[in-house]
Structures are given as structure tokens and as C-alpha cells.
């Protein structure tokens, strides 16, 4: 066992320690643990073994190889109740009061392989999002430059084709550098004065002949002005994208004359923006992942009506860039409501 001066110093030294640390004799019974080791795990005082608080065979398994051997080993394990989470731990051998001893430093890498995951996912539905248009432009080409090579109408067919993929790749890769950008400023507030009711209008206008050509009333409701503190040129992005989406895809089952209702409202501190739609509305699992980069409900008729997936991923970066917040209800059959809410500039 460790004597008391030792004790106390290596409390004092693991209180020090910005991540979870604990030390343990050859039984496995925790010696000395600092607050954040308390704090992951509550069973791990003084005394108390430390089987009765992991739940990581990885763990355990690393400490006893290094009470045996007397060399550090290091164990990586992942939790997934009660939230997914993830951790890498230390364990360096410790000699005191002759007796074998482990100091063990586990830190929570929980955000970082998150991140690393998010990462790989994105590079690997990027590629899949660019590949197939890609080998469709590829493969017109290689027909243009040999059996279609004298045949007008297949050149003029294909060519429309390859038009169309090559703009949506380039919506795509906008739509990138756009999330980038946008990423990239999440930190810096937006100071400019920019009237939120004017720039939907603007956008309700703009989409006008998109609505008539698919049979849409946009309906807009909305005081005279209601001015916040914004960047115009994200607010544009934000009322296009909403507006847009729902009169694409959210008037499929609305009956003969579907309609879209956009509205602003002033309420407290805040202004609020909102695009209800009346189609067939959203199943409650997939709302949660909505704004999660390429993921799409219905991802066939998302590529035809030209969608990159990515739209409401920039939405809710350039809602969090203005300190705003993104709220999404949807019942099916009854329809979707998509309401942005930021701070107004109080007169």
C-alpha cells in the first residue's frame, strides 16, 4: 500500500492533471483518483476496485499487463451508453512502499474521433456524390468519340446529358466552398443592419416562376420591416434554400392546389422566419439528421430536382453564424415547418 505522504502526493499531482488519472495496486483497488477520474467514473474511490467501475475488458486488460511486466501499455476503447463516447488511456507502471503500483490517465477523445468520423464520411459521400455524374460525362464522351461519333441525334441527346451533369457538379462543389466558407466565419458575428422581411420578399419573388411551373402558391405574410443584425448575402442563402426546398419537395401529396405559406413574425427579441409546406411531411426519424451534410429523405428525387444535399447543412451553419436557432416539426400527412429565429435591433 502507499504510505500517507505518498498518497498525498499523488493527489496532489493528479488533482493537477487536466484528465482523468487514478492509480491502483497489483488487486486492482484504486489508491488515489483525482476528481475528473471521480467524476467518470463515481465507484472509483479510495479503496474500491476498480472491476466494480469499468466496464472496459481493453482497460483492465492493459493494467494487468503492466503489473505484470512493469512497462506502459495504452488501451483505446469506445462507451456507448449512456451517449457514445470514446477514450484512450495511459497506464505507466508505479514502485511505492514495495509494492507494484499503476498510474492510469484516461482522456476523453469523444470529440476528436467524432470529428476524424465526420471527416472520413464526408471525404467518402463527397467522392460518391462526384463520381457519378463524373463517369456519366466520361462514358458520353468515349460514345461521342466512337460509335456516336457521326450520329446527330445521340450527340445532341448526350450532350444535353453531359450538361446537365457537369451543373451538377458545379452546383456541388459551390455548394462546398460555400459550407467552407461559411465554417470558416462561424466565429465572427455578422455586422450589418439587414432587413429580414425584405430579403424574404426578394427570395418569395425570385422563386416566382419556379412556383407557377409546378403549380405552387407561395402565400407570404410578414410585417413591414424587421430588421437584425445579419450578413444579407447568407439570409438570401437561408430564405432560398427553405423556400426552395419546400416548394420542390414539400407540395407532393397537397392535393390539387398545394401552397407554401412563408411568414415573418416579431416576437420579444427575435424575429422569426417560417416556410410551412402541406405535402406528405417528414417521419420523425429522420428529422434529427436533416441537417446533417448529404443526408437526404428521398435521395432519387433529391439528384433530379438538382439538390446537392447540402443545403440545409449551410443552413444551419449560417443560423448558428447569427446566433439564431433552427427549429423543424413535420407530421406526416399533415406537412413540414421550417421556422429560423435570430435577434432583431431593437429602434
Request: aromatic share 4%; glycine share 6%; with cysteine.
Amino acid at each position: 500500500m502507499l504510505t500517507g505522504d505518498q498518497s498525498a502526493w499523488l493527489a496532489t499531482v493528479l488533482d493537477a492533471m487536466p484528465d482523468a488519472a487514478l492509480t491502483v495496486d497489483e488487486e486492482l483497488r484504486v489508491a488515489v483518483s483525482n476528481a475528473r477520474a471521480r467524476a467518470l467514473y463515481p465507484r472509483a474511490q479510495p479503496g474500491a476496485s476498480l472491476r466494480l467501475s469499468v466496464r472496459s475488458p481493453d482497460l483492465l486488460d492493459a493494467i494487468s499487463r503492466t503489473l505484470e511486466s512493469g512497462e506502459s501499455t495504452r488501451a483505446e476503447w469506445r462507451e456507448l451508453v449512456p451517449v457514445e463516447r470514446a477514450f484512450d488511456a495511459y497506464v505507466s507502471p508505479l514502485d511505492a512502499a514495495a509494492a507494484k503500483h499503476a498510474v492510469i490517465v484516461i482522456k476523453d477523445v469523444s470529440e476528436a474521433w467524432r470529428l476524424e468520423r465526420m471527416r472520413v464520411d464526408f471525404v467518402a459521400n463527397a467522392s460518391h456524390e462526384l463520381r457519378t455524374p463524373l463517369a456519366s460525362v466520361l462514358g458520353f464522351i468515349e460514345t461521342l468519340q466512337g460509335p456516336a461519333r457521326n450520329d446527330t441525334a445521340a450527340r445532341e441527346k448526350f450532350l444535353v446529358i453531359m450538361r446537365d451533369q457537369a451543373r451538377r457538379m458545379a452546383r456541388l462543389v459551390d455548394d462546398l466552398l460555400s459550407l467552407s466558407r461559411i465554417e470558416q466565419k462561424l466565429h465572427v458575428l455578422p455586422v450589418d443592419r439587414v432587413d429580414l422581411v425584405e430579403v424574404v420578399r426578394h427570395v418569395a419573388d425570385t422563386l416566382a416562376p419556379l412556383a407557377r411551373e409546378l403549380g405552387v402558391l407561395v402565400h407570404v405574410t410578414a410585417p413591414a420591416s424587421a430588421s437584425v443584425t445579419g450578413d444579407r448575402d447568407e439570409l438570401l442563402r437561408v430564405a432560398e434554400n427553405l423556400i426552395e426546398n419546400a416548394i420542390k419537395y414539400g407540395c407532393e401529396g397537397a392535393g390539387e392546389n398545394p401552397r407554401v405559406d412563408v411568414s415573418v413574425t416579431l416576437s420579444g427579441e427575435d424575429a422569426c422566419f417560417a416556410v410551412r409546406d402541406h405535402g406528405e411531411g417528414i417521419a420523425a426519424e429522420h428529422l434529427p439528421r436533416l441537417t446533417e451534410r448529404f443526408y437526404r429523405v428521398d435521395a432519387p428525387a433529391s439528384r433530379t430536382c438538382g439538390g446537392t444535399g447540402l443545403g440545409l447543412a449551410i443552413v444551419k451553419n449560417i443560423v448558428a453564424r447569427h446566433r439564431g436557432s433552427l427549429k423543424i416539426a413535420s407530421t406526416p400527412g399533415e406537412g413540414s415547418e421550417f421556422s429560423v429565429t435570430i435577434p432583431i435591433i431593437n429602434p
